[in-house]
């Protein structure tokens, strides 16, 4: 499992470079580390998941 977050992590964090200032759409965001993340980088974050319980968790990660 922390493999796999180090790999999810790393892409989030490699992808902040190309949603500076834009509108990003995370699907699939999951429990909303990487949502979190480019949160510093975008002017608007859409996150959506499949999981009700995962986009519950992603909105209290990012009050948005």
Same mark, same amino acid.
């Given at each position: 499992?922390? *493999?796999?977050?180090? #790999? %999810? =992590?790393?892409? =989030? %964090?490699?992808? #902040?470079?190309? +949603? @500076?200032?834009?509108?990003?759409?995370?699907?699939? &965001?999951? /429990?909303? =580390?990487?949502? /979190? *993340?480019?949160?510093?980088? &975008?002017?608007?974050? +859409?996150?959506?998941? $499949?999981?009700?319980?995962?986009? #519950? $968790?992603? *909105?209290? @990660? +990012?009050? @948005?």
């Amino acid at each position: 499992d922390d *493999l796999l977050f180090r #790999q %999810h =992590y790393s892409r =989030y %964090h490699f992808s #902040q470079r190309f +949603t @500076k200032g834009g509108n990003v759409l995370d699907l699939g &965001c999951g /429990e909303g =580390y990487g949502s /979190e *993340l480019l949160m510093s980088s &975008c002017s608007t974050l +859409t996150s959506l998941d $499949i999981s009700e319980e995962a986009t #519950q $968790i992603t *909105l209290g @990660k +990012t009050g @948005k």
